[in-house]
């Protein structure tokens, strides 16, 4: 297996909603990492996680909630986003940690996410 | 701070025609350049990976180089067809905490 796996491909949310995104990886990476992408621009690093532990907080707003709780899931919990939010949020991972840039990284297809 | 750029932003052309898509980065102490695809609205598809002790890679029609001295790398697109036509992206590993910096893309469209 050498994908990884994002859900769900679309979501519609409210402002008052909490959801989460979904992304798994069997590739035995040990570092995972959440981007976000707005139409047209390159994505921008929000997290980043090497052996299960938060090593890269990119200043993201706390509205949005990481979490990892396994090596093979990452998981992005969203709360009282704001309409600005809508996005691509793409997750990758690698087999190094996540503070090199020797990592190469795997990315998903993808979550498009529409805050109303 | 690494920054990338790429040119051109758009680029049309006729089914058929050789095409080049140019890459600029400012630090050249870099450990790896990536090649993606993007489709509208879908994630990256990773097309090449040149180390930087390497000069070229190269898969079916597509051949990357990178001179890293220059800060520059090239994606040649050999005989362009419509399905090639997606968003370019480079991105260069860097030593920054970042890890990985992109450019802004090329958006190409191969016309039937």
Same mark, same amino acid.
């Given at each position: 297996?050498?994908?990884?796996?994002?859900?769900?491909?679309?979501?519609?949310?409210?402002?008052?909603?909490?959801?989460?995104?979904?992304?798994?990886?069997?590739?035995?990476?040990?570092?995972?990492?959440?981007?976000?992408?707005?139409?047209?621009?390159?994505?921008?690093?929000?997290?980043?996680?090497?052996?299960?532990?938060?090593?890269?907080?990119?200043?993201?707003?706390?509205?949005?909630?990481?979490?990892?709780?396994?090596?093979?899931?990452?998981?992005?919990?969203?709360?009282?986003?704001?309409?600005?939010?809508?996005?691509?949020?793409?997750?990758?991972?690698?087999?190094?940690?996540?503070?090199?840039?020797?990592?190469?990284?795997?990315?998903?297809?993808?979550?498009?996410?529409?805050?109303? | 701070?690494?920054?990338?750029?790429?040119?051109?932003?758009?680029?049309?052309?006729?089914?058929?025609?050789?095409?080049?898509?140019?890459?600029?980065?400012?630090?050249?102490?870099?450990?790896?350049?990536?090649?993606?695809?993007?489709?509208?609205?879908?994630?990256?598809? +990773?097309? %090449?990976? #040149?180390?930087? *002790? @390497?000069?070229?890679?190269?898969?079916?029609? $597509?051949? !990357?180089?990178?001179?890293?001295?220059?800060?520059? +790398?090239? %994606?040649? #697109?050999?005989? *362009? @067809?419509?399905?090639?036509?997606?968003?370019? $992206?480079? !991105?260069?590993?860097?030593?920054?905490?970042?890890?990985?910096?992109?450019?802004?893309?090329?958006?190409?469209?191969?016309?039937?």
């Amino acid at each position: 297996d050498t994908e990884v796996t994002q859900t769900p491909k679309h979501l519609v949310m409210g402002m008052t909603n909490k959801k989460s995104l979904k992304c798994e990886q069997h590739m035995g990476h040990r570092a995972m990492y959440w981007y976000k992408q707005k139409a047209k621009k390159p994505p921008e690093l929000m997290f980043v996680y090497s052996y299960e532990k938060l090593s890269i907080n990119e200043s993201v707003p706390s509205r949005f909630s990481p979490e990892c709780p396994n090596s093979s899931l990452l998981n992005l919990h969203l709360h009282a986003l704001q309409p600005e939010d809508s996005a691509l949020y793409l997750c990758a991972s690698s087999q190094g940690t996540g503070l090199s840039g020797a990592n190469v990284l795997t990315f998903g297809a993808g979550s498009r996410l529409t805050v109303l | 701070k690494q920054e990338v750029t790429q040119i051109p932003a758009a680029l049309s052309v006729p089914e058929g025609e050789n095409l080049v898509l140019n890459c600029s980065f400012t630090d050249s102490a870099i450990y790896n350049l990536q090649w993606f695809r993007q489709d509208p609205g879908k994630g990256l598809t +990773s097309l %090449l990976l #040149i180390q930087s *002790s @390497q000069r070229e890679q190269t898969s079916g029609r $597509l051949n !990357a180089s990178l001179d890293k001295s220059s800060g520059r +790398s090239t %994606l040649y #697109i050999a005989a *362009s @067809q419509p399905g090639d036509s997606a968003t370019y $992206l480079c !991105a260069v590993g860097g030593t920054g905490r970042r890890a990985l910096t992109f450019g802004s893309g090329t958006r190409l469209q191969v016309q039937p």
